[in-house]
């Protein structure tokens, strides 16, 4: 089995003087950063995705501004693949999926931002293409949402998402627990 790292839209516009703040995002990308590290320790498989919005109307993830790059906390170095997308779905209408099957990869580590968006439909379409999953849940953020007149706390958005994903879509555990499995 190889295993690879995935990390999905840790980008500026995410964190404080962004265009999209996500509850949690400081936290969850030093997390991210120090799966980053064990796998880098271990020169195992590393994929930067990153969010470019070309939908009419977009107002985060903007070409060419500073929101749209990815984060210090986690920024690619030497030469690990940064894959930009244009959908939530990180292997939609990418090179993701053709470059994890080239490098003999059947295990991912995945965290990132949003929780009820991105990484929810990145897990999900990575298990249905037959990827073993492990989803670093404290390594991973999102927001509050609003249906209807109900709002929903940001807490309660990602622990939905994360029960949903549970078991039949990934394992999910804790940026610290995954690091000891590497």
Do not use: W
Request: glycine share 6%; hydrophobic share 45%.
């Amino acid at each position: 089995m190889k295993k690879a790292l995935l990390i999905v839209d840790i980008q500026n516009d995410y964190f404080p003087g962004g265009r999209m703040l996500v509850e949690g995002s400081e936290a969850a990308s030093l997390r991210a950063g120090a799966l980053l590290a064990a796998f880098r320790e271990r020169r195992m498989p590393i994929y930067h995705v990153q969010h470019v919005s070309l939908r009419p109307g977009a107002t985060f993830f903007l070409p060419n501004t500073d929101g749209v790059r990815i984060h210090a906390n986690v920024a690619p170095s030497g030469n690990e693949p940064v894959v930009q997308k244009h959908f939530p779905n990180a292997f939609r209408e990418t090179s993701l999926l053709d470059s994890l099957r080239q490098a003999g990869v059947n295990e991912l580590v995945i965290a990132g931002m949003m929780t009820h968006l991105c990484i929810d439909a990145t897990t999900r379409a990575a298990s249905d293409l037959g990827f073993k999953c492990f989803l670093a849940h404290d390594a991973c953020a999102t927001r509050s949402l609003t249906f209807g007149d109900t709002r929903v706390t940001a807490e309660q958005v990602h622990y939905s998402f994360l029960s949903a994903l549970s078991g039949a879509y990934a394992t999910v555990q804790t940026a610290a627990e995954l690091n000891k499995t590497l």
